[in-house]
């Protein structure tokens, strides 16, 4: 659906059909079905620098459009993991030449949530500082103007300040971000984001973490799964390890609105295999859908239908 094709632009429409074939698990190898294979135009060749690889194909003449909002809005790297997205999200900070602030967040230990004495030294704040939650900011969090930032709370829905939602960071300031919208359907409007707490809806520990902080992560590359719902020009993935859930490849290969905008990066294997990676998809989930009619299907469908309304009226017209 994303796809801006012309029903003559037969590229466009083979192109769509193995999007739906990935999705499907339908191109899988004979010898491993969760093996498939890239074709070779949407890769990457890697080099010395898989960074610096994946930065110059998904954000061509970086160093002078970096604080254009229009040309931020388009594009994105997506990654599986959120280890890799920060490591590549830091190294583009690095590639802007600008001032930065870092801001460090306040965490502390929900009493309510234990029962456990003294649990301020059992768990000191350098301790609770070091936690990392999936949807929950880090501890330091470097901004710079010009950097594009995604939402991980709904603030104000009504505003398009949405989890999900992306801005361009406009000004810096102690206690609150100012930012200009660039997805969604509020563009272009300035907001500002307070620090609010948050806390991780599951986690491991004994305990429920207090983080007051932005509820902001940098978004050059954000993880496959947070990309879900966003329609961009150009996307290059960046595969240091293989898709490891049901229909995670398809959604990275999904977000683009032509070929032409996806590029691959593939660095999970050794240097003889560049060309092929895993698509996980659980087949047993397809078995109890509704069945999906094709197009002769409908036309059918639509052409009976016509033929008994006409019967109808004949009817009505009788009597």
Request: negative net charge; charged residues 25%; aromatic residues 8%.
């Amino acid at each position: 659906m994303r796809l801006t094709q012309n029903p003559g632009d037969i590229a466009a429409r083979e192109f769509a059909e193995w999007i739906l074939k990935i999705g499907d698990g339908e191109l899988s190898n004979s010898e491993d079905e969760t093996l498939i294979e890239i074709p070779h135009d949407l890769l990457i060749q890697p080099g010395a620098h898989p960074f610096n690889d994946i930065v110059k194909a998904a954000y061509p003449d970086f160093d002078t459009k970096f604080n254009n909002s229009k040309y931020l809005e388009e594009r994105a790297i997506l990654a599986p993991t959120n280890e890799v997205v920060e490591d590549i999200n830091g190294y583009m900070i690095d590639l802007i030449n600008a001032d930065e602030e870092t801001y460090l967040s306040a965490d502390s230990l929900c009493k309510a949530s234990s029962n456990i004495l003294d649990q301020d030294v059992i768990y000191p704040i350098e301790f609770l500082n070091s936690l990392k939650f999936p949807g929950i900011p880090n501890h330091k969090l470097r901004l710079k103007v010009g950097l594009p930032i995604m939402l991980l709370r709904n603030l104000n829905q009504s505003n398009g300040l949405c989890n999900g939602t992306r801005l361009l960071v406009t000004q810096l300031s102690k206690w609150v971000l100012e930012a200009q919208i660039i997805s969604g359907t509020h563009i272009g409007e300035k907001v500002f984001i307070p620090r609010i707490v948050l806390s991780p809806s599951d986690s491991k520990w004994p305990f429920v973490l207090k983080r007051r902080q932005f509820p902001v992560s940098i978004c050059f590359a954000m993880t496959i799964n947070k990309s879900q719902g966003q329609s961009l020009q150009r996307v290059g993935l960046y595969l240091d390890r293989p898709a490891f859930s049901h229909g995670q490849l398809y959604v990275a290969v999904s977000r683009v609105t032509s070929k032409d905008g996806l590029k691959i990066l593939i660095v999970e294997n050794d240097d003889t295999d560049r060309f092929h990676t895993k698509n996980i998809v659980y087949k047993e989930i397809f078995d109890n859908l509704p069945k999906v009619l094709d197009r002769n299907e409908v036309e059918n469908c639509e052409a009976d239908i016509s033929e008994c309304e006409m019967e109808l009226t004949e009817q009505t017209t009788m009597i």
